[in-house]
Nanobody, 119 residues
Framework: QVQLVESGGGLVQAGGSMRLSCAQS????????TGWFRQAPGKGREFVAS????????NYGDSVRDRFTISRDNAEKTVYLQMNSLKPDDTAAYYC????????????WGQGTQVTVSS
């Protein structure tokens, strides 16, 4: 079994920064990619960013490109999401997920961490 635990959420003022962490534990498993998604109340799930196992293959959603940075530390089995210039529209529950291979869906999900950006 693979477990993902997100941390680092909280309350921040608009324009501020925050770093989220996604720690992987459980069964030894090297995912093809790790991604961040978010869901605001009353809205659908939105893709935020993803990164390949080697640190390549980085992709960002249009709404966060140039403000957010995804990175990973494979020794710590942790993926980070550095969020800068935060806006109230970034308020959401943020989830990390693993994709086992290029042909898989996002199969493993964490429980999420709440990010609230005040205006």
């Amino acid at each position: 079994q693979v477990q993902l635990v997100e941390s680092g959420g909280g309350l921040v003022q608009a324009g501020g920064s925050m770093r989220l962490s996604c720690a992987q534990s459980g069964r030894a498993f090297n995912p093809y990619a790790t991604g961040w998604f978010r869901q605001a109340p009353g809205k659908g799930r939105e893709f935020v960013a993803s990164i390949g196992l080697t640190g390549r293959g980085i992709n960002y959603g249009d709404s966060v490109r140039d403000r957010f940075t995804i990175s990973r530390d494979n020794a710590e089995k942790t993926v980070y999401l550095q969020m800068n210039s935060l806006k109230p529209d970034d308020t959401a529950a943020y989830y990390c997920a693993l994709k086992p291979s290029a042909f898989d869906v996002w199969k493993y999900w964490g429980q999420g961490t709440q990010v609230t950006v005040s205006s």
